[in-house]
């Protein structure tokens, strides 16, 4: 009969209990105080005393099993939180050697340990997966294993840097832990961190009869080597060399040096290889200690925070309840709209996918069904579970069962009069409780809300190129919205799994409002000579992920040309007439990479070359100018930022937090400068005001500092107070 440990503990929900029957422990982990289990000072509190009953041999315990009950999570990794009380390194690395003394005493238990996982085992739960003898993973799709923490700044600090290339070889762990991607039990099976794979059932089951087997000896475990790597090959000076070399190569190449993390974790993992398992311990927390309060990880730490928060707050001042979403259907069956439909399915939605011709439905089917078969492919779903997914989305040319869809987006080119007259379809073939969402990117949602006969169910859902790829949604409210359809538009696009913000419309919304001024300057800079490859340069060495001469190559330049023009007209008392680069780009065939004319050469297949000389003759030969890099940076970077205070002072973001996220996620903002709101608290506001009032000074009233700047400058006032994301 089982023997339930510290009972009193117990009915007092710990985040951790112990069960013992027959010589097993079940370790259960639950935390009541959070969505998911994370390595947090209680767990690893409470975790230390069950482990001091182990040691003293408490309940004849002959093997244990390490198992969560929170569903769709194990150990989701470390409480973040609490990387806001870090004063300093030593702060940080006295966190890291805690969780680093607690896994040892795992790995060192005299009884075999195993995890059972079913569930996220990210960052801090796969490194104490690691310190268990064994590991069994469920085929949940919820079961992901990985090491992310680059994307936050810092390096694994439990242990990971020293026991991943000791299990799995250099070149896969260091693939895992520079990537941070997270991998699913079958690829974790393939790639050796799990020794194996079962239903969910089942897990406890087998992971019970494994343990047991264990500690009779009658399964081996599959150790991790002392030092070295287990691939023989790897451990040869020159193939070692090489395997650092070219990841220094490519962390380089996607990074620009710009964040210390990955070339850190690449340093701690060289030198401490060959080392015992100890001394590769210490060299991980005094990295983790150094990088955990580095302004890059303070940064992206914020990101992290404010993500999350944006993904948890639909924007409403009273809470509505959200409609389930279980159709959608799309009208406008165009790059955009294929790119809707296949997130949509992927998410489990049905979607219905509407264009006027068959032959432009059949081609939409087309693009969102190849989509979703590559994604399939890179999971290795079986046969059947990609022809279920693909065949969710089902093509029309009539608007025959969007009476049963929960909301409509419409994906139609950006004219007024088109919308309007599709808007006015949609609802007399919709059911009177749809929500009925635009994709528009540059018409005010209240012109389109005019042609709605139920105007407070019209909304923004702005969607980023490409579709699958970009995390944000843009949902705009007009002031006639339905809170209801506010918060079922919020549901669906955290269902979808994007990242959503919700802004008050205005002209260009928030993210292309921002991104109109930086685009416009990075034009007249080409006019003034700027060469298009050093103003690219310096602003991908500024950490932006492309240059914005090679965005407007993206984008399209008759896009782009029209986004201009409306937000010129907008704000003509500052922004002025649009540069004449673009229009000179257009009246020439040039709309970038969709035709293969742009301000960059593209091959047959569309491929990016250098850049096409013969553009400086088309915008007026203008003599060639030599900028410091810095300049470039200074005048493109503080537009964009200063542009941002001005929608939170006009009240188009409703907080500082949505300006970030908006502007990491929708536009590539370096996160490591954690947006442009987080970018003058590190500055300070009175560096950026000053600086913005040389601009001025200098090239005129497009860079007079937004009122709002002033005020926090005068003020010594920050947009994130200490402790706020």
């Known amino acids: 009969m089982a023997t339930i440990l510290d009972e009193e503990q117990a009915q007092a929900a710990p985040p951790v209990r112990m069960e013992i029957s027959d010589g097993l422990a079940v370790i259960r982990l639950n935390d009541p105080a959070r969505p998911v289990n994370v390595i947090s000072e209680g767990l690893l509190r409470e975790m230390g005393d069950l482990l001091d009953r182990l ?30 009380n870090f004063q300093g390194p030593a702060d940080a690395e006295a966190a890291s050697r805690a969780g680093q003394e607690l896994l040892n005493r ?28 064994y590991r ?17 700044g810092i390096i694994p600090g439990a242990g990971g840097t020293a026991r991943l290339p000791r299990l799995i070889g250099l070149r896969g762990a260091l693939d895992l832990m520079l990537t941070g991607k997270q991998l699913d039990a079958r690829r974790a099976l393939k790639a050796g961190i799990v020794d194996e794979v079962v239903p969910a059932p089942i897990l ?50 996607k990074t620009h040096g710009l ?22 311990l210490d060299l991980e927390a005094k990295a983790f200690g150094e990088l955990a309060v580095t302004p890059e990880a303070r940064s992206l730490v914020h990101v992290f925070f404010t993500s999350t928060a944006a993904k948890n707050d639909p924007g409403l001042e009273t809470p509505a309840k959200a409609n389930p979403i279980d159709q959608v259907a799309i009208v406008g069956a165009g790059f955009m709209g294929a790119g809707i439909a296949a997130t949509s399915a992927e998410a489990g939605i049905r979607v219905r996918l509407k264009d006027v011709k068959p032959e432009a439905a059949a081609k939409g089917l087309r693009t969102a069904r190849e989509s979703l078969a590559k994604r399939a492919k890179r999971k290795k779903m079986k046969r059947f579970q990609v022809t279920a997914l693909t065949d969710r989305v089902q093509p029309t040319t009539e608007y025959t069962g969007f009476h049963a869809s929960d909301i409509v987006v419409e994906a139609v080119f950006e004219d007024l009069d088109l919308k309007h007259r599709v808007i006015k379809e949609i609802e007399d073939a919709a059911g009177e409780g749809v929500v009925l969402g635009s994709n528009t990117s540059t018409i005010p949602i209240t012109k389109l809300a005019e042609a709605s006969a139920r105007p407070d169910h019209v909304i923004g859902l702005h969607f980023f190129s490409p579709v699958e790829k970009m995390p944000l949604v843009e949902i705009i409210t007009h002031a006639g919205t339905a809170d209801w359809v506010t918060a079922t538009a919020h549901g669906y696009a955290k269902k979808i799994g ?46 932006f992920p492309v240059g914005p001469i090679t965005l407007y190559d993206e984008v399209g330049l008759d896009v782009a040309q029209k986004a201009g023009k409306i937000m010129a007209a907008a704000f003509s008392d500052r922004m002025g007439n649009p540069p004449t680069v673009v229009d000179r780009m257009v009246e020439d065939g040039r709309l ?40 470039i940076q200074e005048r493109l970077g503080l537009v964009m930022v200063n542009e941002a205070v001005r929608t939170l002072e006009e009240g188009v973001l409703r907080s500082a937090r949505d300006g970030d996220v908006g502007a990491v996620f929708g536009i590539g903002f370096p996160p490591f400068r954690g947006g442009p709101f987080w970018f003058v ?14 601009l001025e000074a200098r090239y005129g009233k497009r860079f007079a500092p937004a009122a709002r700047l002033e005020e926090m400058a005068r003020d010594k006032r920050r947009f994130f107070e200490d402790g706020d994301a």
């Open 55 to 84: 040691e003293n041999g408490e309940g004849g315990v002959r093997a244990a099993v390490i198992i969560s009950e929170k569903k769709g999570t194990w150990i989701a990794g470390a409480d973040i939180e609490e990387f806001k």
């Open 106 to 133: 795992i790995e060192r238990l005299r009884i075999p340990v195993v995890a059972a996982i079913d569930g996220a085992a990210l960052g801090g739960g796969l490194e104490t997966a690691l310190a268990c003898t």
């Open 136 to 152: 069994i993973a469920t085929d949940s799709p919820k079961t992901k294993l990985g090491l992310p923490e680059v994307q936050l």
């Open 204 to 253: 406890l089951e087998v992971a019970g009869r494994q343990a047991m087997a264990l500690a009779a000896r009658k399964l081996q475990p599959r150790a991790a080597r002392p030092s070295g790597s287990p691939d023989r090959v790897e451990n040869l000076l020159p193939m070692k060399r090489l395997i650092f070399s070219k990841a220094r190569q490519g962390v380089m190449s």
């Open 259 to 280: 964040y210390p993390a990955p070339l850190r974790l690449l340093k701690v993992v060289e030198r401490g290889i060959d080392k015992s398992v100890d001394e590769a």
């Open 498 to 543: 994007k990242t959503p913000i919700v802004v008050h419309d205005a002209p260009g919304f928030y993210v292309n409002r921002i991104l109109s001024p930086y685009m416009a300057e990075a034009a007249l800079l080409l006019q003034e000579g700027v060469r298009m490859e050093d103003i690219d340069r310096a602003m991908t060495d500024w950490g």
């Open 592 to 631: 970038g990479r969709k035709n293969g004319k742009g301000f960059y050469t593209f091959d047959g297949d569309g491929k990016k070359g250098g850049p096409d000389e013969a553009v400086y003759a088309l915008i007026g030969n203008p003599s060639k100018k030599e900028m410091p890099k810095a300049e």
């Open 681 to 694: 608290d590190t500055e300070g506001a009175q560096s950026v005001l000053e600086r913005l009032r040389a």
